[in-house]
């Protein structure tokens, strides 16, 4: 048929879908059919000799690196553009097929999105243990840079560059094990629950899904083919880790504004007009590629929830577009962004006169009050009164001892009260001494560092193993689709 023949369906749904589908259905599909032939041969159900010549067959078509045909109507899909070459390469009609045996469409779709998405997000989660990684080693060697802290857009307290890269690498963390299960949940076999009933033909799914490299099978056969809810988790997990990431990129963009950090030369574009600008545009790009994921997971939501639950398009195979761009993006942001933070190098970090003037380091001066026995609300009212009147540069003794009888103090305040209080006020470096285990002292950084870095190595762990159990199924696969097709 013409292309120029094409109806109104083709032209505008079948069509399209197919030329964005088909490169990524149709190496699963003949894969997933390879699994399938040879449990069916092997359980009796049909002939050793066919299941030999379907197996040559599929042979064929994984081996042909060759474009996809163009659309022409001659086939509806990309899953009966596979019947089509395979009757072709077999050199039989289509009516001789056996491929689809005790199989339906709805669970080789269901079961090739599976092995399709488990195969993205084993890309994307080592992005994701490469950009943690990354952001722990910029954390241990910037765990002594003090800069001012900001909570609501305002100066805080003082911490380290080392300590905000730590608690990002902590929330990467988080992600990283929620993908992990996310991929356990994913791997599971839906192929053997045919339509959504199954069969009475004596069929193995286990072994299919051995072959394919799946941890068991899905317990329900219509949840097999009607279910949603992982498709629903990939979508949302790749939204929630690009905004985290986004707010870091944020933080990013101040920090090389004050020019606290320096701009990685690299991850910039120059100025149409201005010769001295370099602009770090990719910080903006990651921001709009986490508003694009949360798009995604949006039209994911919406298509699941306008659906029946039942084998339907909407919550099934129209979500695969979203979901194919959702994982690829999701790649290439924690790309740009690991990237980013390997070349980070503070420049001019602010000065103790700026964190001082700021502000920042009144709360320190007033938590060195409670350690001479202040009450915490005095303490906070009388280096109040001090912040009124002048930065804590200016602040001496005497506007301690004065500021403490105007808040009417039950017993002056010593020496040692007025110095340390003094000391905390215009020395924010002090900060590196803290001792809490979670807080931005030098040494407990570091310790996050390694206590973070075991997180990520248990998850790698997890991923190494999922990725051999797949190298092993597909060995054995080859292996025994050989044997079977002699």
């Known amino acids: 048929m013409s292309t120029s023949a094409l109806t109104t369906y083709q032209r505008h749904h079948l069509r399209p879908t197919y030329e964005h589908h088909v490169g990524h259905l149709f190496p699963a599909m003949v894969r997933a059919s390879q699994a399938h032939?040879?449990?069916l041969t092997?359980?009796?159900?049909?002939?050793?000799?066919?299941?030999?010549?379907?197996?040559?067959?599929?042979?064929v078509l994984r081996a042909d690196t060759a474009p996809a045909p163009i659309y022409d109507g001659s086939f509806e899909d990309v899953y009966y553009l596979v019947e089509k070459r395979l009757a072709e390469a077999c050199g039989i009609p289509a009516a001789q097929l056996d491929v689809q045996l005790a199989r339906s469409r709805n669970d080789l779709d269901a079961g090739v999105f599976r092995m399709l998405l488990r195969d993205q997000l084993l890309g994307v989660l080592n992005r994701v243990l490469a950009t943690g990684a990354t952001a722990l080693d910029a954390a241990d060697r910037y765990a002594d840079v003090v800069i001012t802290g900001y909570t609501h857009r305002r100066p805080a307290q003082p911490t380290t560059i080392g300590h905000a890269l730590a608690g990002y690498a902590e929330a990467l963390a988080g992600e990283a094990i929620a993908y992990a299960d996310l991929i356990d949940q994913l791997n599971v076999s839906p192929l053997g629950s045919c339509a959504f009933a199954g069969t009475d033909l004596d069929i193995s799914p286990a072994r299919v899904a051995e072959l394919l490299g799946f941890n068991g099978l899905v317990t329900n056969s219509y949840e097999a083919v009607a279910g949603a809810d992982h498709l629903v988790r990939v979508g949302?997990?790749?939204?929630?880790?690009?905004?985290?990431?986004?707010?870091?990129?944020?933080?990013?963009?101040?920090?090389?504004?004050?020019?606290?950090?320096?701009?990685?030369?690299?991850?910039?574009?120059?100025?149409?007009?201005?010769?001295?600008?370099?602009?770090?545009?990719?910080?903006?790009?990651?921001?709009?590629?986490?508003?694009?994921?949360?798009?995604?997971?949006?039209?994911?939501?919406?298509?699941?929830?306008?659906?029946?639950?039942?084998?339907?398009?909407?919550?099934?195979?129209?979500?695969?577009?979203?979901?194919?761009?959702?994982?690829?993006?999701?790649?290439?942001?924690f790309?740009?962004?690991?990237?980013?933070?390997?070349?980070?190098?503070?420049?001019?970090?602010?000065?103790?006169?700026?964190?001082?003037?700021?502000?920042?380091?009144?709360?320190?001066?007033?938590?060195?009050?409670?350690?001479?026995?202040?009450?915490?609300?005095?303490?906070?009212?009388?280096?109040?009164?001090l912040v009124r009147g002048g930065a804590p540069d200016s602040w001496t003794e005497s506007d301690v001892r004065a500021a403490a009888d105007a808040v009417g103090l039950s017993e002056p305040l010593d020496d040692a009260a007025v110095a340390d209080l003094i000391a905390a006020a215009v020395r924010p470096e002090l900060v590196l001494r803290r001792a809490q285990?979670?807080?931005?002292?030098?040494?407990?950084?570091?310790?996050q560092v390694g206590e973070l870095r075991g997180a990520f190595d248990t998850v790698a762990g997890r991923l190494a193993a999922v990725r051999d159990r797949l190298a092993a199924a597909d060995a054995a696969l080859d292996e025994v689709a050989e044997v079977t097709a002699r």
């Open 37 to 39: 032939v040879v449990m």
């Open 236 to 333: 949302t997990l790749n939204a929630q880790s690009l905004a985290t990431g986004a707010r870091l990129a944020r933080t990013l963009m101040d920090w090389l504004t004050w020019r606290w950090v320096a701009t990685p030369g690299d991850f910039t574009q120059g100025s149409s007009i201005m010769p001295q600008k370099r602009n770090p545009v990719v910080l903006e790009h990651l921001v709009s590629m986490a508003g694009a994921a949360a798009g995604d997971a949006a039209s994911v939501l919406n298509n699941v929830g306008a659906a029946w639950w039942e084998d339907s398009n909407n919550a099934t195979t129209d979500v695969q577009v979203r979901l194919w761009d959702s994982n690829d993006r999701t790649d290439r942001f």
């Open 437 to 447: 285990i979670d807080g931005p002292g030098s040494d407990a950084v570091r310790a």
């Open 335 to 385: 790309a740009l962004l690991g990237g980013f933070l390997a070349e980070l190098e503070p420049l001019e970090p602010p000065s103790r006169e700026e964190i001082v003037a700021s502000g920042a380091t009144t709360t320190a001066a007033a938590d060195a009050l409670t350690l001479h026995g202040v009450p915490f609300r005095a303490a906070h009212s009388v280096v109040g009164r």
């Open 42 to 59: 092997e359980r009796g159900l049909i002939p050793a000799e066919r299941g030999a010549g379907l197996l040559r067959g599929l042979a």
